[in-house]
């Protein structure tokens, strides 16, 4: 289920913001995913995520109104990272992605943490001129 690919992906980008060092994938992380198209649909939003941090994270910072990168809670931070990773570079419609990130968040943080979210994804999308795009 893409969900649970989504989720994964979700935990593994979360991972990152901690771990400064090399990455290299191990299968064991995708073990819980049982469809191969899942455990690759996965595997591309982390290595995706992994090869255009920088752009992203600088993409979130220009976007965030009275906070700073390292002010955000690391799971929003995430959460930010994966939709926009998706929407970017895996071309998944961003309507989608923004819905699952926002579910994901009443799951893993704050109350308040789906509207920011969501506010912020949204500010992007419109300056990337996606809503455009049919994507």
Known sequence: MRR?????????????LFVK???????????????????NFSKEIVESFINHR???????S???????LNRLYKVDFA???LALTEIIYLKTPYQIVIN?????????STSKSSR???????S??????LTQEGN
């Open 54 to 60: 920088n752009e992203l994270e600088d993409l979130i």
């Open 116 to 122: 920011f979210i969501n506010g912020v994804l949204s």
């Open 4 to 16: 649970q690919a989504r989720e994964l992906a979700f935990k593994l980008i979360f991972e990152r």
């Open 100 to 108: 699952e990130v926002v579910e994901l968040s009443k799951s893993y």
């Open 62 to 68: 220009k976007h965030l109104q009275g906070y700073e």
């Open 79 to 81: 959460l930010m990272l």
């Open 124 to 129: 992007i999308i419109k300056e990337l001129n």
């Open 21 to 39: 060092n090399s990455y290299t994938f191990d299968e064991e992380f995708f073990s819980s995913l049982i469809d191969e198209k899942d455990k």
